[in-house]
Structures are given as C-alpha cells and as structure tokens.
C-alpha cells in the first residue's frame, strides 16, 4: 500500500467510515470498521493527518488518535458539505472531510482539552438549570393563574406566590398537593443553581483573562467566563469584527451587482454565548437611558438618538466582542476610553 498522507474519517456511535489518500491524491484506503477495530488501525498506522467532524465525541477521539503520533484536524460540518459530491452515505462524508482537509483556506476546529471540556459542562448544565427554572416558574404562574391567584413579574415573586397558594384553604385540596410539589421541584433547582454558580465563581476567580475581561461594562462574572471557556484559541481569528462574526452578531450580506446590501445579524456561533452579550449591553443601555452611566461614549448616545434601542444594544454587543477579542489576544487590562458626555 502506498504511503496514506491524509484521511477522513466519517464517525459514528459503533461504525467508522475512512476514506484516505496518497502523495498522488488517489484513493488507497476505503474501509468501514467497528470502534476496536478503528482503534487497533490507527496504533499500527504511521502517523499521517486525520479529518473528523467537529462533533459530540470528536474531540476525545481526537486526543486519542493524537496519543498514536498523529495529527488531527476537526472540520465544522457545513464547511464539510459542499465537498459531498452526490448522495448520503459514510463513505461520501468521508471522502468529502478528505477533500475538505486539502483546501488550502480550510478553517479547523481546535481540539479541546478535557479540561476545556468540564468547564464547558459547567455552562451547559447552568444553562439547562436557567431553562427548568424558567418552565417550572411559568407553570406554577399559568396553574395559580386558573385559581384566580395572580403574582407580580419576576423570579422573586414565585417563593410568596407559593406560600399563598398553601395557605389558601378555599383551594381544591388535590391542587394544594400539586403545587406543594411543584414548590419542592422550584426549591431543588435553586439549590442546584446555587451549588453551579459557586462552582462558576470559583473557576471565574482562578482564571486571569477571565477576571480582566469581567471588568469590560456589560460582560459581567458569566459572561467573562463564557467568553473565555467557548471561545477556541482568539489568534485564530485575524481581527475583532471577524471574532464578532464568528458570534453572529455582524449583518447579513446579500450585496451584488456592485449594490450593498446589509440585512439582520446572522445569528451564526454560539447561541447562549450571543445572548449573554446581548442581554448584557441590553442592561448597559438601560443604565444609559436612565442617566445613571455618567461616562457614556459620544457614539453610544448618538446611536441612541437614532437608533431604536434594541438595535443599539446587538451593536454594543459587537463592540463589546470586539474589545474581549482585543484583550484575549494582547493580555491587556480594560481601560475605559468613554468621553464623559452628558446624556440630556
């Protein structure tokens, strides 16, 4: 068999589709193989360079196949999918990760460690404990509300709301049980939260970058340490307005003919990490309008003259992404550099 100097490997829970090339570019290596058989392969195998699928599981076979000697890439998958000449099978995806490797602008996932990987748990389960909080909050208000019992908006008003409805004896006996246990199922997730966020702080506090970029208005303790746990190496990325399209936060471009045309932010990336700007320049803008930021930048006010304050806030968060991607990169401190403006 001549030298493989590049393989794609199509991956799945048991099976693995390999597709790999020789220094002609011709196919040598066409095998399907179950998950022993793929690992006993790659031990006898001379090192060479492997394409994966940034997937669920990529990354632990990456640092397993790196353990062999070889060198890993993960591709995200819609940069895969031009590559897949017709069809859908194993064997085209693999085929397609070894075409997609060889392009020369190809951009690659960076594997993460298993710490990287904990750390991202951590926001993960944060993230759905928010969720079921969320839900079970609506759901106790949307039942009391079919009782006739009305709370206020806000988290804060669940615990009074409950204590009410159990000291409401004109209620139907059966809906007294109910909402008891949907008091303790809203108590267990608050101690849960409680439990992640010291988990958070803590790892927030044991983190330089993320403790210097905390310090940008409008980030905070979570979103500092999303920014640093999500985001892969920032030298990847050449410029600021790159990283905030990364985020999805820079316009659709749907110019041609020499005509430019802008439309609504992508939305591409990481979802919830987008949202934790957004809800944080939102917060940052309210702080404005209220007058109580006495060192607003001229453009911000400017912005807000004319511009409605949603759209204002997804474009602080763009700034804001720019600056975290500048200190990530150069290891500087924030220094605010707002020209104190008056806001009437």
């Keep these: ?30 095998k399907k193989l179950r998950r022993k058989e793929m690992v ?43 590559y897949v000449k017709r069809g859908k099978n194993d064997a085209a995806d693999a085929e397609a990760l070894c075409e997609a490797m060889s392009r020369p602008s190809m951009r690659f996932v960076p594997v993460k460690t298993a710490e990287q990987q904990a750390a991202l748990m951590l926001v993960g389960l944060r993230e759905r404990l928010i969720r079921n909080r969320t839900q079970l909050a609506n759901s106790i208000r949307g039942n009391a509300a079919e ?31 109910l909402f008891a246990i949907q008091a303790k199922e809203y108590a267990l997730i608050e101690a849960e939260l409680k439990v992640i966020d010291v988990k958070l702080m803590a790892w927030h506090r ?11 208005p409008g980030v905070g303790l979570v979103g500092a ?18 990283f905030a399209a990364w985020l999805g936060l820079t316009p659709k471009d749907h110019s041609t003919a020499g ?8 939305r591409a990336g990481d979802e919830a990490l987008r949202s934790t700007l957004v809800v944080g320049a939102t917060a940052l803008l309210r702080r404005v309008r209220e007058g109580s930021n006495r060192s607003s930048s001229a ?17 602080l968060a763009n700034k804001i992404a720019r600056i975290a991607w500048k200190l990530m990169v150069s290891g500087e401190t924030y220094r605010a550099s707002f020209v104190t403006v008056s806001a009437a």
């Excluded at 044991?206 to 940008?216: K, M, P």
């Excluded at 003259?305 to 949603?310: A, I, L, V």
């Design 206 to 216: 044991d983190n330089a970058c993320s403790r210097r970029l905390s310090q940008i």
């Design 40 to 82: 006993a392969f790659f031990q006898k195998l001379s090192p060479t360079v492997i394409a994966i699928e940034a997937c669920g599981g990529s990354h632990h076979l990456a640092r397993s196949l790196a353990t062999f000697g070889h060198e890993v890439k993960l591709i995200p998958p819609h940069y895969v999918k031009p």
């Design 259 to 266: 005509k430019v045309r802008l439309g609504v932010i992508t």
């Design 299 to 315: 453009w911000l006010l400017d912005l807000l003259r004319r511009k409605p304050p949603k759209l204002v806030a997804v474009a």
């Design 1 to 30: 068999m001549e030298k493989i100097i590049r393989i794609g490997l199509d991956t799945s829970k048991h099976v693995y589709q390999l597709h790999g090339v020789d220094s002609a570019e011709e196919p040598v290596l066409r």
């Design 147 to 177: 009782f006739g019992v009305i709370a206020a908006k806000g988290l804060c008003r669940i615990g009074p709301l409950l204590e009410r409805i159990a000291a409401d004896v004109s209620l139907p006996a059966l809906a007294r049980e």
């Design 225 to 242: 340490s999303m920014l640093v746990m999500k985001t892969p190496d920032p030298r990847l990325f050449r410029s600021g307005r790159q």
